[in-house]
T-cell receptor, first 115, second 116 residues
Framework: DAMVIQNPRYQVTQFGKPVTLSCSQT?????MYWYQQKSSQAPKLLFH???????NEADTPDNFQSRRPNTSFCLLDIRSPGLGDAAMYLC??????????????FGSGTQLSVL | AQKITQTQPGMFVQEKEAVTLDCTYD???????LFWYKQPSSGEMIFLIY??????QNATEGRYSLNFQKARKSANLVISASQLGDSAMYFC?????????????FGAGTTVTVRA
């Protein structure tokens, strides 16, 4: 039944060691989003894909990259994780990105720890 | 630019009672959507309820209702007959148009703890 699936649920990496988080969806939605959520804070949008078009938020550090190899799958790459990158990373999807009344569907998140 | 404000960091509510979570917003868009999401300790964001800026009726979904006051730019969530499983963090969020390119932006959240 799961519609937006994130793996792994928990990820531990070392300071400076590249890490990749994955997200897949069975909804056939056009738009996929990556949010970063630090403890007890609001989720913050990092970037999103509208189909193959990548849209980066102005304040997203260059350390964060994303790939979308196909419609169902999206990856978040952190090239050199720092201690400040420890957070929950949430993937979300929506059918369309250009209307106000459409909800986002979220995955369960990946909790990233940086040692 | 959009801004969503939730002024209650945490609330306690007795089981079976109602609770109101405050949310105010600021936008220059005429067309926008307001959402409430629940985030239990497991981390998943669960959609609860939606209100469109042109909707004249307040939205309701089971035990959830949204008290929408457009002139005051407020969209408070009311949870009736609270249950222990309602203990979670609740986020108010908005999608708007011209300035925000329809991205979903969140308030800071309110932690609700339901007491038996």
């Amino acid at each position: 039944d799961a519609m937006v699936i994130q793996n792994p649920r928990y990820q531990v990496t070392q300071f400076g060691k590249p890490v990749t988080l994955s997200c897949s969806q069975t909804l056939n939605h056009n738009v996929m989003y990556w949010y970063q959520q630090k403890s007890s804070q609001a989720p913050k949008l990092l970037f999103h894909y509208y189909d193959k078009d990548f849209n980066n938020e102005a304040d997203t550090p260059d350390n964060f990259q994303s790939r979308r190899p196909n419609t169902s799958f999206c990856l978040l790459d952190i090239r050199s994780p720092g201690l400040g990158d420890a957070a929950m990373y949430l993937c979300a999807t929506s059918r369309d990105g250009g209307i106000a009344n459409e909800k986002l569907f979220f995955g369960s998140g990946t909790q990233l720890s940086v040692l | 630019a959009q801004k969503i404000t939730q002024t209650q960091p945490g609330m306690f509510v007795q089981e079976k009672e109602a609770v109101t979570l405050d949310c105010t917003y600021d936008t220059s868009d005429q067309s926008y959507g307001l959402f409430w999401y629940k985030q239990p300790s497991s981390g998943e964001m669960i959609f609860l309820i939606y209100q469109g800026s042109y909707d004249e009726q307040n939205a309701t979904e089971g035990r959830y209702s949204l008290n929408f006051q457009k002139a005051r730019k407020s969209a408070n969530l009311v949870i009736s007959a609270s249950q222990l499983g309602d203990s979670a963090m609740y986020f108010c969020a908005m999608r708007g148009g011209e300035d925000n390119d329809y991205k979903l932006s969140f308030g800071a959240g309110t932690t609700v703890t339901v007491r038996a």
